[in-house]
């Protein structure tokens, strides 16, 4: 891995200290684990009480209730789980563009997530989508030991996810990393990524220039994963359109993202930088917790 | 086409700046974005689309650019010849002082440059006019050198005088709008801040000159006399004899010297013998040898014939004083010019007689004024009635145009008669009047003999200065006269109401002649201010080239292209507008 990458890994990782990942509400089914998860489960943990419905387990009858208040009452335990967390980093080109902040930003929230999910006692591993979804080596380390990650794809993740799609942990949480920059459809992409997770979480990460490019009059926009050319009139009406169709586009994934359950943030590369690695979206958003070790 | 401004040209700088800044400002920026799905619907700057925005920047470059080269070319203010060119107007000098100098005389040089511009402008339309003491039009409209050679020669500087102001405005309302004026002449222009139109050129050079400035011949029964007035134009003393010479006797010159200083002047006398002719004063050569000779002829008074049938004795014997006081009547009862009578006039009398009826009236009443005096009549002229009593009769009214009157009563009165007749009434009781003691009274009778003196055939004066109109009567029955001017034209003149005006265009010895009898008449220079030929100079005022006079005969052509610069203008207004709309739907 080349000095940047690595400084960028480190940096997020030193900002992912100070956060601890959150189990999500939506646990995986699972009779064992090291999490208690916030729904019911076969733990030793006394979570609640309910009625009694036809079909419960009969050993969870809470017979004590039964005395005092001749009613029928289960006795609820907090699941146990022992979640993973899968890193899906898209690996194009359009992550790494020139002159901007948007691969630091990208590996960094990836070294954040890895360290705040091994905060919280969490198993992960990193992906990276090229030509194929494929592991990070030494991806399940911390990611100072990551090796090589290289944004240089000239594909799309959703082909990646689509046509071979990563084996991730079943019912463990999923974080894809990616600009969202791709004419598709998302219900598509987001669909298999959620199929078996108990919880996805996209992260758009985007450079100022795609937020909002500035003003720039004729301008030749090349592409920087096709290579392909094209002679525009940047000026304020052209902006504000190309502001439109972007919040079109977000509006998009957002929907499709709501229709999986998953999560849809988005963050802008330079701002995140310039804010110290604040991610207070991710925690508002019930992502991430501030650490207290 | 002409550019009145060509250095407005120098805006055409703008052009390739303005591509310069078109092109720098247009040049596309590469920029490397994420992906390109975004910018799908951006505006294309050069590819693609319809037509319209294909060739969308280059036709608003083209626009502008002809938009500033339309404005430039209208700064240039270009003209284009409207048909035929403005008129050249050329004021030619025709003061005698043009002469001056002999073979390089302003005339000739004038003449020469005359000739060289002409043959640079072959096609211009000249029209000539000679400045005399009045402008005149010399010939038709001609162009180039060869047409104008014969109308010059008709330009021979003999006027006395020039008024070349005058001159120029006839030129200005003659040419028109668009003509050039040229004046040429031998002195500078008294303003030398020429401008607009008109052009001076001065073709003369300071010289001394010395010239017989006046002269007159005044003639008696014991011998004529001339006096010859010779002035000194220069700026160092001269010495000169003057000559007085009998052209039509056999009498030797008479001679004086003079030395004269600087810009002095001295009346020389000359005693002549009684009965000579014609003489002839003149000085030596000099630079202008026009105003060295004066011709003079004797001047006769001949005296007018008066028929006197007065009853009354008192009156009679007052105007037989009266009449010999002024020692221009010859009482005779033949052939009389004037009668002057009590009653009625003579049935017969010759048809160019007079007549001055004098009405005695029996009641009278003595008046003492105030008189009413009619003092554009000749019969007036010197006449101071102050103390006069006047006795005559209210009535019955005298008839004719009042001359002299009492208050509302006519006491003199003339009436017109044709063939130059003239009748006069006059109402006077001498007994009870002091008229007839008074100066007036052959103050009176000297102006009726001057009036009907100024009748008799024959010019008014013998000698006149050049350039003078000569008035000569003639009798009743000459229709036509032949004129003869000094140089030995002859020409037929018609007689209206037995006058006749010969101008006095050359100097020498005019002659008209009739059936039985030749007047004559002679003109001299005599024009000092002509003779001074101390400020003359040559030189060129005022240029053509100037922004009014090259504007002279061209149709603008500026307000076209200003036109045409708005319409780009507006079209580009509407192709912005457009591709504006295109751009932001």
Redesign the interface.
């Known amino acids: 891995m080349d000095r940047p990458s690595r400084d960028y890994l480190l940096a997020g990782k030193r900002a992912g200290a100070r956060y601890a990942l959150l189990a999500p509400k939506r646990a995986p089914l699972g009779p064992t684990g090291t999490h208690l998860a916030n729904r019911p489960g076969s733990s030793l943990e006394f979570m609640d009480h309910r009625a009694y419905h036809a079909g419960d387990d009969l050993r969870h009858i809470d017979w004590s209730a039964y005395a005092r208040t001749d009613r029928l009452s289960i006795k609820l335990y907090r699941q146990e789980i022992n979640p993973h967390v899968d890193l899906l980093l898209d690996g194009s080109r359009s992550m790494d563009l020139t002159g901007t902040a948007k691969a630091e930003a990208a590996l960094g929230l990836a070294a954040l997530l890895a360290t705040a999910a091994e905060g919280a006692g969490f198993a992960h591993r990193a992906w990276i989508g090229t030509e194929r979804w494929q592991p990070v080596p030494n991806g399940t380390a911390d990611p100072a030991a990551w090796g090589p990650i290289a944004l240089e794809a000239v594909r799309n993740p959703d082909e990646a996810v689509l046509g071979s799609p990563p084996r991730l942990a079943p019912r463990g949480m999923r974080f894809l990393l990616s600009d969202l920059l791709w004419l598709g459809d998302p219900s598509a992409v987001l669909a298999r990524l959620a199929d078996g997770a108990c919880r996805l979480v996209v992260l758009q990460v985007l450079a100022r220039a795609d937020a909002d490019p500035p003003p720039s009059g004729n301008t030749r926009l090349v592409d920087c994963e096709s290579g392909q050319e094209r002679e525009v009139f940047a000026d304020a009406a052209a902006l504000e359109r190309y502001r439109h169709r972007l919040g079109r586009h977000q509006q998009h994934w957002h929907r499709a993202a709501r229709q999986v359950g998953a999560t849809l943030a988005t963050v802008v590369a330079e701002n995140l930088i310039a804010g110290g690695w604040d991610v207070q979206d991710l925690v508002a958003e019930g992502i991430l917790e501030v650490s207290h070790r | 086409m002409i550019f009145t401004l060509p250095w407005a040209f120098l805006g055409l700088l703008a052009v390739p700046a303005l591509a310069a800044i078109y092109l720098l400002?247009?040049?596309?920026?590469?920029?490397?974005?994420?992906?390109?799905?975004?910018?799908?619907?951006?505006?294309?700057?050069?590819?693609g689309g319809r037509i319209l925005k294909t060739f969308h920047l280059p036709l608003l470059l083209i626009l502008e650019l002809a938009a500033v080269a339309l404005l430039v070319l209208a700064a240039t203010d270009p003209r284009m010849q409207a048909g035929s060119p403005g008129p050249l107007m050329v004021v030619l000098d025709d003061s005698f002082s043009m002469q001056a100098g002999g073979e390089a005389s302003p005339r000739r040089r004038a003449g020469q440059a005359l000739e060289a511009l002409l043959r640079d402008e072959p096609d211009t339309p000249v029209r000539f006019l000679v400045a005399g003491r009045e402008p005149q039009l010399l010939g038709e409209r001609v162009r180039g050198a060869d047409g104008a050679a014969e109308t010059l020669a008709r330009w021979q500087c003999l006027s006395p005088g020039t008024d070349l102001e005058r001159a120029a405005a006839l030129a200005a309302q003659v040419g028109g709008p668009h003509a050039r004026i040229l004046v040429v002449t031998d002195h500078p222009p008294e303003d030398p801040d020429v401008r607009g139109r008109v052009r001076w050129r001065a073709f003369g050079h300071g010289r001394p000159n010395l010239a017989i400035v006046h002269a007159a011949r005044s003639t008696d029964p014991a011998g004529d006399r001339c006096l010859v007035e010779v002035a000194n134009f220069a700026d160092r003393p001269r010495r000169a004899t003057v000559a007085v010479r009998p052209e039509e006797s056999d009498g030797s010159p008479a001679r004086q010297r003079v030395a004269l200083g600087p810009g002095e002047r001295e009346a020389l006398l000359f005693d002549l013998p009684p009965g000579g002719g014609l003489v002839r004063a003149v000085l030596p050569d000099d630079a202008l040898g026009f105003d060295n000779v004066a011709a003079l002829l004797p001047e006769e008074t001949p005296p007018v014939r008066v028929r006197l049938a007065v009853a009354n004795e008192p009156l009679a014997g007052a105007l037989r004083r009266g009449l010999d006081a002024t020692g221009r009547a010859r009482l005779t009862p033949h052939r009389p010019h004037l009668v002057i009578t009590d009653g009625e006039p003579p049935a017969t009398l010759p048809p160019e007689a007079w007549t001055m009826r004098i009405t005695v009236d029996a009641e009278a009443e003595a008046f003492v004024g105030p008189y009413v005096l009619d003092r554009s009549h000749p019969l007036c002229t010197g006449l101071d009635f102050g103390g006069v009593i006047w006795a005559a009769d209210r009535t019955p009214p005298l008839p004719g145009r009042p001359v002299v009157s009492v208050g509302n009563v006519p006491l003199v009165t003339e009436m017109r008669r044709g063939g130059g007749r003239r009748e006069f009434r006059l109402r006077l009781r001498p007994a009870l009047s002091n008229l007839t003691q008074s100066p007036n009274w052959p103050v009176l009778l000297w102006n009726l003999l001057a009036c009907r003196a100024g009748y008799l055939p024959g010019p008014e004066r013998a000698n006149v200065r050049l350039g003078a109109t000569v008035i000569l009567t003639l009798p009743a029955d000459v229709p036509e006269v032949e004129v003869r001017s000094p140089d030995g034209r002859t020409r037929q003149r018609a007689v209206h109401d037995r006058r006749l005006a010969v101008q006095a265009t050359r100097p020498g010895l005019y002659e008209v002649r009739s059936e039985g009898a030749t007047h004559r008449f002679a003109a001299s220079p005599l024009a000092p201010d002509e003779s001074n030929l101390r400020a003359c100079e040559a030189g060129e005022w005022g240029r053509w080239d100037q922004a009014d006079a090259t504007r002279t005969g061209l149709r603008p052509l500026g307000w076209m292209a200003m036109l045409a610069a708005l319409g780009v203008f507006v079209g580009h207004l509407a192709l912005a507008g457009r591709s504006a709309k295109e751009?932001?739907p």
């Open positions: 400002r247009s040049r596309s920026r590469r920029r490397q974005v994420s992906s390109l799905m975004l910018w799908a619907d951006a505006t294309r700057a050069h590819e751009r932001n």
